[in-house]
């Protein structure tokens, strides 16, 4: 059973980089033909897709993040993480890590807020 779990900082400073980390057990991260994406959703509002890696290591992103975001992964340990930078108050959100095929599978979320 593919489980996913999200951690990092629950508080980032606006202008820092926001950096999450997705750690995945029950399946590889490197299995055909997985992608494995980053979701979020701010208080209020609606699911926005931010990007993906897929089982082959490459990178697909959002085009209003792009400039700001970046995936990447350790197989090693089966993670993938999210680091989105330059935020401001408006990425405050509950941050999602997705199986994004297949049955998708998602992480509990967690809850990131930008704020001095």
């Known amino acids: 059973q593919v489980q996913l779990q999200e951690s990092g900082p629950g508080l980032v400073k606006p202008s820092q980089t926001l950096s999450l980390t997705c750690t995945v057990s029950?399946?590889?991260?490197?299995?055909?033909?997985?992608?494995w994406s980053w979701i979020r959703q701010p208080p209020g509002k609606g699911l926005e897709w931010m990007g993906a890696?897929?089982?082959?290591?490459?990178?697909y992103y959002s085009p209003s993040l792009k400039s700001r975001t970046s995936i990447s992964r350790d197989t090693s340990k089966n993670q993938f993480t999210l680091q989105l930078s330059s935020v401001t108050p408006e990425d405050t959100a509950v941050y999602y890590c997705?199986?994004?095929?297949?049955?998708?599978?998602w992480g509990q979320g967690t809850l990131v807020t930008v704020s001095s």
């Open positions: 997705v199986r994004q095929s297949g049955p998708w599978i």
């Open positions: 890696i897929t089982y082959s290591g490459s990178t």
């Open positions: 029950g399946g590889s991260i490197t299995m055909n033909y997985y992608y």
